[in-house]
């Protein structure tokens, strides 16, 4: 398939301290490719990719990689509110990138209202584990994400482990919430762009169809 062709388009946004490797996970993800140093986000960078979410539906992912200094929060802060999706990233070696993710989960919250963003906790830099460097366990991690409500993965840019596995699952969320008509579309949101709107429409139509078909009464004797 063409990968001009795409029939939705969702914008993720990437939050996190700087260092805890949003770049890198981006790079594995898009690329396959891991590098040791990253140049470090300056304001935002942008990655595309393109997933198919069932046979014959393609989706284009745009994500928002932001740059984790506050002295780049006020061009960061602009993109959060035409977000559909947020991974929340933090360094599982790192016990303050860990503990700033409440204030960054509060913040774009706090700017996103009345949208409701699907997000996702992630330890990154999980092959650390391995070599005794880990500070935050991952029964605090859990704990942290019950209490946000949202899914918790490990993860490792340098050896790929789940990354595929956390943007596909963000991805599979949203668009399950778009078909079931549990994630609205707005006027003037760029979250989700939709290359034909009435598809949309015709695949909740076509589940409410199917869920309202009644069962074939049993036969009796």
């Not at 949208?115 to 830099?125: I, S």
């Not at 003037?188 to 695949?203: E, F, H, M, N």
Request: proline share 3%; with cysteine.
């Amino acid at each position: 398939m063409d990968s001009s062709f795409w029939r939705y388009q969702f914008r993720f946004i990437m939050l996190g301290d700087s260092t805890v490797g949003k770049s890198s996970l981006l790079k594995r993800y898009t690329e396959d490719l891991f590098t040791q140093s990253v140049n470090q986000t300056v304001g935002v960078d942008f990655y595309v990719h393109f997933l198919e979410v069932e046979p014959g539906v393609r989706v284009k992912l745009q994500f928002w990689d932001t740059a984790g200094q506050e002295r780049f929060r006020s061009v960061t802060r602009s993109y959060y509110r035409n977000s559909v999706g947020g991974l929340l990233v933090f360094d599982i070696s790192n016990r303050e990138s860990f503990d700033h993710i409440n204030e960054w989960y509060d913040e774009i919250y706090d700017r996103v209202q009345p949208q409701r963003l699907q997000f996702m906790l992630v330890g990154q830099k999980c092959d650390l584990d391995a070599e005794g460097e880990r500070v935050v366990s991952q029964e605090d991690a859990e704990k942290l994400a019950e209490q946000l409500g949202v899914p918790y993965v490990e993860v490792s840019a340098k050896t790929g482990e789940n990354v595929k596995d956390i943007f596909e699952q963000l991805t599979q969320t949203v668009y399950q919430g778009l078909v079931h008509g549990d994630i609205k579309l707005h006027e003037g949101w760029d979250g989700i762009r939709c290359a034909l709107p009435q598809t949309v429409k015709s695949q909740r139509t076509s589940l409410t169809k199917t869920s309202k078909t009644p069962k074939p009464k049993k036969c009796c004797n």
